[in-house]
């Protein structure tokens, strides 16, 4: 289920928390029909840095559908970054996470509704490490800290180990990294390739939290004066990614 949740609502659930005085903000927005104006916000694919997304869900994504996600990204140069992801929360969720590990990293997309915000646990490995769990030779849980396997293990749907879980993908994806003059603060960009060839970028900043309703007004003017639209989230992103990629399995 998509969750909303209004400025001062999040700055509410937020407020208090040490942990969390910063986050990543986000604005999503297919490039269909768009091409020729990603490059006014700084985006060029043929400079930009090549990225492989694997996913670890079940055939039928049910991890998916519970609103997790267990990601890996092998990045140029044989580093890795993983993710372990809770989707769509609701304000409720936020405010009883928070005060856990400072690993915890609340990201929100900016949407014309309000903000669509997600809870992560980011770790890191090696390209080599995650080509062997996609290859079957290690398990899913050597890629991951012991921080994400114990975020995994107390959110996941009963019967869904780490161990069960299939790898799907890859995913390409292009990425930009710039300071942007206008808005005095460094952007980054990802063009996100579907496996149905349909491209999605998703732009992104790091805020405070008194920033956040302003930089994302700022973002939306951005995309504005290129002649661009933000019309989504990452949770709409993820889940067209996975259901192509379940599909294939079939």
């Not at 997790?68 to 140029?76: D, E, G, H, P």
């Not at 929360?89 to 509704?113: F, H, K, N």
């Not at 005095?184 to 390739?193: A, P, S």
């Not at 004066?225 to 709409?236: F, K, N």
Request: aromatic residues 4%; glycine residues 8%.
């Amino acid at each position: 289920m998509r969750v909303t949740i209004s400025g001062d609502d999040l700055a509410q659930v937020m407020g208090g928390s040490a942990v969390a005085r910063r986050i990543e903000l986000k604005v999503t927005f297919p490039v269909a029909g768009q091409c020729a104006n990603i490059e006014g916000i700084g985006h060029d694919p043929l400079e930009a840095q090549p990225r492989h997304a694997l996913y670890f869900d079940t055939p039928d994504l049910a991890l998916n559908r519970a609103g997790l996600v267990v990601r890996a990204l092998r990045i140029q140069g044989g580093r890795a970054e993983t993710v372990v992801k809770l989707l769509s929360v609701a304000p409720s969720v936020i405010e009883a996470q928070l005060s856990g590990s400072d690993a915890l990293v609340v990201e929100a997309d900016s949407t014309p509704e309000g903000f669509v915000c997600a809870i992560s646990v980011k770790g890191r490995c090696s390209g080599r490490d995650v080509q062997d769990v996609a290859a079957g030779a290690a398990p899913l849980r050597t890629l991951l800290s012991p921080e994400q396997c114990a975020y995994y293990d107390a959110r996941a749907p009963a019967g869904i180990t780490l161990e069960s879980l299939t790898t799907l993908g890859p995913v390409l994806l292009f990425r930009t990294k710039r300071r942007s003059k206008v808005l005095d603060r460094r952007l980054v960009v990802e063009e996100w390739l579907h496996p149905d060839g349909a491209h999605v970028l998703e732009l992104s900043t790091k805020c405070t939290l008194d920033e956040c309703s302003q930089v994302s007004a700022q973002l939306r003017a951005l995309l504005a004066s290129h002649g661009l639209t933000a019309s989504s989230d990452q949770a709409t992103r993820t889940n067209a990614e996975l259901d192509l990629l379940s599909a294939a399995l079939r």
